[in-house]
């Protein structure tokens, strides 16, 4: 028998001139031994490098978190404090629509909750660090806003001749996301029906019964609070008052 390795002439392996194929065979094991060890030393360094990276952005995260928290707490000092604003709006509420620690700002030209034709309000929140303007009523025959605790969500009121709509919002990240809406139109004022001889009732856009609508203008009605305004932002129940608004056609 002749070794591959060496070309000694051998009686069987090991080869005894050259040690064919044990050494073959430690050769190998050496090999994958310092390839586990270099993979894992790259790994380590991989590790500690991003560990090192990620450790000043971690604080500046940290720091601009913290930055942003403490300049939410205020935010809305600079828009009361903006003259033009403020000539506008004398009047203001703020409420914590989304319990999230931070209060939105509410700014209105009346104290009263129905903002009529000749007034108007709107709702501003501190979104990525800045002020942001959500939602603008007023000018249609009355509008208002009121706020419902239980489950942090914002109604928004409008009503002209023959008809009154509500919708209900949640605040989610800045913005003002629709949950519901409910649509009345008095007898001959329905757009989709023209000579309706009855009231009509519409949840979310589908013709309902009354009861089924009443649903959600209950929670309007006896859960909502509607939002008020004055000077110290604490709003004024006194100024709710129904009277002003004007008698169905």
Known sequence: MICPRCGAEIDGFP???????????????????????LAALLLLMAGCGSGEAEEPATEEATAE???????GDNWYDSVLADAAVTKDYPYYRLLDIDQDGT???FLSSTEKAFIGAEDKAKLMAFVNGEAAT????????????????S???????????????IVKYALKDG????LQTADEYDRNHDPQEGSNPDDTYYLDGKKVTEAE???LWNQFDDLAQPVTYSKDGKGNPAADDDADEPEDD
């Open 15 to 37: 080869c005894p001139e050259c040690g064919f194929p044990e050494t073959l065979k430690r050769k190998t094991r050496r090999s994958l031994v310092l390839l586990a060890l």
């Open 151 to 165: 489950d942090c969500s914002l109604f928004y009121f409008s009503r002209i001749s023959g008809e009154e709509h």
């Open 65 to 71: 978190a913290a930055q942003t928290e403490a300049a």
């Open 213 to 215: 609508a009443d649903v």
């Open 103 to 105: 209060d939105e700002l």
């Open 175 to 178: 913005a003002l996301a629709e």
């Open 134 to 149: 959500l939602k603008e009523i007023g000018g249609a025959g009355g509008e208002s806003f009121s706020y419902d605790a």
